[in-house]
């Protein structure tokens, strides 16, 4: 079992920079694919960024190539999500998400762990 906890949201005006952290604990997540999952108002769910368990490999949603970084840190347990030049759009609840290594982490149904998610709200 992994438990998931986001770190890091908040009010940001557009342009702006935040962020996001994940820590987990229980098991090592060095074996499992992180991702980042975000949720806006009226709208479903869809994976924003994913990361490998070695970090050989990423995936961004494309909306936000070139703005948000994806990484992780298995030593101590943690993923980011580095979000910059932020828009208003990008205004949603942003859930770390995990799952075992074999999985290409851009689907939602994939993930088997996910954290109580953070808010992130861009202003104009």
């Known amino acids: 079992q992994v438990q998931l906890a986001e770190s890091g949201g908040g009010l940001v005006q557009a342009g702006g920079s935040l962020r996001l952290s994940c820590a987990a604990s229980g098991r090592t997540i060095s074996t499992y694919l992180m991702g980042w999952v975000r949720q806006a108002p009226g709208k479903e769910r869809e994976v924003v960024a994913c990361i490998s368990w070695n970090s050989g490999r990423t995936y961004y949603e494309d909306s936000v190539k070139g703005r948000f970084t994806i990484s992780r840190d298995n030593r101590n347990k943690k993923s980011y999500l580095q979000m910059n030049s932020l828009k208003v759009e990008d205004t949603a609840v942003y859930y770390c998400?995990?799952?075992?290594?074999?999985?290409?982490?851009?689907?939602?149904?994939?993930?088997?762990?996910w954290g109580q998610g953070t808010q992130v709200t861009v202003s104009s």
């Open positions: 998400a995990a799952v075992q290594s074999g999985a290409a982490g851009i689907r939602v149904d994939e993930y088997d762990y």
